[in-house]
């Protein structure tokens, strides 16, 4: 079995090609000299071969990028002449965006293979487009609309009335309920939408499970990780704004408003009610309690924890999360404290061998 390292194996992934030059200029949105050459793929500066591309963006591995054998690299402008003679420099601004669009140029997403598995149950009164995919397995609610190019994976259940906008994604064993996508949504493995947000009322006998009658709507261009949770709302819906990206294993509670084009990185857990503007970065393990707002634009440091609102542009860490130069400055000033106490105890630090004089 062969295991060296390979991108894009093709046991894994389509492939497309081999392109030319100028076809991956114009993917990467950039410029290069006019140059003869197919490009069959994709590769690390390490690896790369005389007809694959690659790219570089972090100055680290400049001494990667000097020893490439790659038959074209993405590159900034400034970093131009730090590609070797042998391979074909292609510029432009943003060389991790360049490189995203040709490395899909090369490896576009598998097209939906339109019909039901014999497997699938399908309500009769559920609307799937026909070329929509439905995997071994899955669950097609009553009332259910799945749009144009939809891939539903296998053991994936969709509620009665959820509706999917064309090109959306749905990895296996994802459940959705009481929900709305947009178009392109991804859903990765395992990830559980629309259930009962986390609401009860105490009375004198114990809890009371307050009906959840809201929804979940999720906008354009939104990818949900792997077992990732999204509650519906109880009354008013739970919204996730187009554009956004949840990492895995993220919780967002009832209610809970995010923004356009936002980063929520894993283990984040968002109490009920708490709105996040466009544009926000929360970092792994935050956890915001409920009621809140965090202005457009903020930034949350990993495992913060977000007791406040926070205002638009803000960047904070710590628990309590504090502006990150307060948070800072009180870590050294504990780090200096702890060092002087033990210097002191240290100095005052009783014998404890036997005297035998």
């Known amino acids: 079995m062969d295991r060296s390292p390979i991108a894009g194996d093709p046991r894994f992934f389509c492939r497309t090609g081999p392109h030319s030059l100028a076809a991956v200029v114009d993917a990467a949105e950039g410029e290069a000299p006019p140059h003869r050459l197919m490009l069959s793929g994709v590769a690390p500066l390490q690896t790369a071969g005389s007809d694959q591309v690659s790219f570089l963006d972090n100055r680290k591995y400049l001494p990667a990028l000097e020893a490439t054998r790659a038959g074209a690299v993405i590159v900034h402008p400034d970093m131009a002449a730090k590609v070797p003679p042998g391979a074909v420099a292609i510029t432009t601004p943003e060389p991790y965006a360049g490189w995203a669009r040709v490395a899909a140029l090369f490896h576009p997403l598998p097209p939906a293979t339109p019909g039901a598995h014999p497997s699938a149950v399908v309500a009769a009164d559920a609307r799937v487009h026909p070329s929509a995919e439905i995997g071994p397995l899955a669950v097609i609610g009553s009332r259910a609309e799945i749009g144009p190019r939809c891939r539903i994976g296998a053991l994936a259940v969709i509620g009665d009335g959820v509706v999917l906008d064309a090109d959306c994604r749905i990895g296996p064993q994802v459940s959705i309920s009481h929900a709305m996508l947009g178009c392109r949504v991804a859903i990765y493995p395992g990830a559980r939408i629309g259930q009962d947000g986390f609401g009860f009322a105490v009375a004198p006998e114990g809890f009371l499970s307050v009906p959840q009658l809201g929804r979940v709507v999720i906008g354009d261009d939104v990818e949900v990780g792997a077992n990732t949770t999204i509650d519906r709302g109880s009354l008013h819906d739970t919204v ?70 926070v205002t638009a542009g803000a960047e904070v860490a710590g628990s309590p999360a504090l502006a990150v130069r307060e948070a800072f400055r009180q870590i050294a000033t504990l780090r200096r404290l702890a060092r002087r106490d033990g210097r002191k105890s240290g100095e005052t630090k009783p014998a404890t061998g036997t005297d035998t004089d």
């Open 240 to 309: 996730i704004g187009a554009g956004s990206r949840l990492d895995n294993l993220v919780q967002i509670g009832h209610n809970v408003r995010i923004g356009r084009a936002c980063v929520i990185v894993a283990q984040v857990g968002i109490s009920g009610s708490t709105i996040v503007e466009d544009q926000v970065m929360i970092g792994g393990q935050a956890g915001l309690i409920g009621h809140l707002t965090v202005g457009r634009g903020a930034r949350i440091g990993a495992q913060a924890g977000v007791i406040g609102n």
